[in-house]
């Protein structure tokens, strides 16, 4: 029998986010991977694997239940094989990029079917990679991570039988302690809100700022080696720096991307956790970057600490604190997506900077979440990508050539 559940709190903040994109954008939420198969390794061998992730990861055999707007469901079913396609290359250079796009635009029903879908790509006869995509709903970033490592150890034969899925987090949410932390979150909230006015709100169409630089991988990299923090800390550090330089106000409200992962029982579930959780900044007193980063450190804590809550009882109070739900999105929003393990270190740190200094624009990369979203993405580059409202956009190549020069300057002042 196929009990049906709540959605848990990350899923919820996502489905929010999604319910009412248009039919033509419904592909905007996929997330999409391709991952490099061992030597050998044949397409029964990958069929087998991913069907043990399917015994595994209950997200991966739910659908949703969302014909009740209020109260959305999950509904988890029983384990089977799944579909895996080929796609085959005569070329053994196959263009992965192109393969990716192509299956990412493939929108997802979330009623009728896991929301998920595999491609084994082939150079002739030799399976080279997995291309999987998957809907936010299945998966946050993390989690492909978690994904990717079951599934080299299924592939291995080493993968062990233990079931997960997101209904352990439901527990949780609902449990004493669990509604506990969910009120002290509506507390940080209330808080918060009171300290700082709503922002003006930005209306559509929207631009992508767009900054890729590996001067800058490496300059976050050693400040936060030097001053013992993490990157994404330094990076937004230097993010409010610029909005400090190019605003007059001494206080910031910023949103920052929390995984949620912290507790032991979430860690390596699969499902999407990430939650937008409000910071307040105070313009720091010295003109470095290391005050700033000391507050950044403290003030996020805390925020992170609170970031597990019931988004549709935030957005009611929002409503009693006067914010209209544009201007909560036109806050100023930063999710910052960490170098893999397996990436390449930065290059050499004696690289001229001003070769990688150039803003470019773009449509944005996709038509869901904040209205003013900075993405950071570490890898041997720093990619940093500001989608705003079109009239803002001289704010935003400004505060992207700001964040640039506070980051090198603090990389220089070490």
């Given amino acids: 029998m196929v009990t049906s559940a709540p959605l848990t709190f990350g899923q919820l903040a996502i489905w929010r986010d999604v319910e009412s994109v248009p039919r033509d954008r419904w592909h905007e939420p996929n997330i999409v991977q391709a991952w490099e198969l061992p030597a050998g390794t044949g397409t029964a061998d990958v069929r087998a694997a991913l069907a043990a992730l399917v015994r595994r990861h209950e997200s991966l055999r739910t659908t949703y239940d969302l014909s009740d707007p209020a109260a959305p469901r999950q509904v988890p079913h029983p384990p089977r094989t799944p579909d895996v396609a080929v796609q085959r290359a005569a070329d053994p250079r196959v263009d992965l990029d192109t393969v990716r796009e192509q299956l990412a635009r493939q929108p997802f029903s979330l009623v009728r079917e896991p929301a998920w879908r595999a491609t084994v790509v082939a150079a002739g006869d030799a399976p080279t990679h997995l291309v999987l995509v998957h809907h936010h709903m299945v998966a946050d970033g993390l989690a492909t991570w978690v994904l ?82 993490s990157v994404a800390n330094v990076v ?11 605003g007059g106000d001494d206080r910031l409200l910023v949103r ?77 929003s930063v999710n910052f997506i960490a170098r893999r393990a397996d990436e390449p270190e930065p290059s050499d740190p004696d690289l001229d900077a001003a070769e990688d200094a150039t803003v470019s624009w773009a449509a944005p990369f996709s038509s869901v979440g904040p209205r003013r979203y900075l993405r950071v993405i570490e890898g041997t580059d720093l990619t940093c990508e500001l989608r705003v409202p079109v009239g803002r956009s001289a704010v935003a190549a400004e505060l992207l050539r700001r964040m640039r020069q506070a980051l090198l300057d603090a990389d220089r002042a070490g």
């Fill in 236 to 246: 937004l550090s230097a993010f409010c720096a610029g909005l400090f330089a190019v």
């Fill in 148 to 229: 990717r490592r079951d599934f080299l150890a299924a592939l291995a034969g080493t993968l062990d039988d233990a079931v997960s899925g997101p209904r352990t987090i439901v527990a949780h949410e609902q449990s004493p302690a669990g509604q506990r932390r969910g009120a002290a979150a509506m507390d940080y909230w209330a808080k918060l809100l009171t300290e700082v006015p709503p922002p003006a709100v930005g209306q559509p169409p929207f631009v992508e700022a767009r900054l890729v630089s590996r001067a800058l991988a490496g300059a976050a990299r050693r400040v936060a080696a030097r001053l013992r923090v």
């Fill in 256 to 332: 920052v991307l929390s995984s949620n992962r912290f507790d032991p029982y979430r860690r390596d579930v699969v499902t999407s956790m990430n939650q937008w959780i409000p910071v307040l900044f105070d313009r720091p007193s010295g003109p470095g970057l290391a005050d700033l980063v000391r507050e950044v450190v403290t003030r996020t804590r805390v925020a992170y600490a609170h970031g597990v809550y019931d988004v549709d009882r935030a957005f009611r109070l929002l409503d009693e604190a006067g914010y209209r739900r544009g201007q909560y999105d036109s806050t100023w």
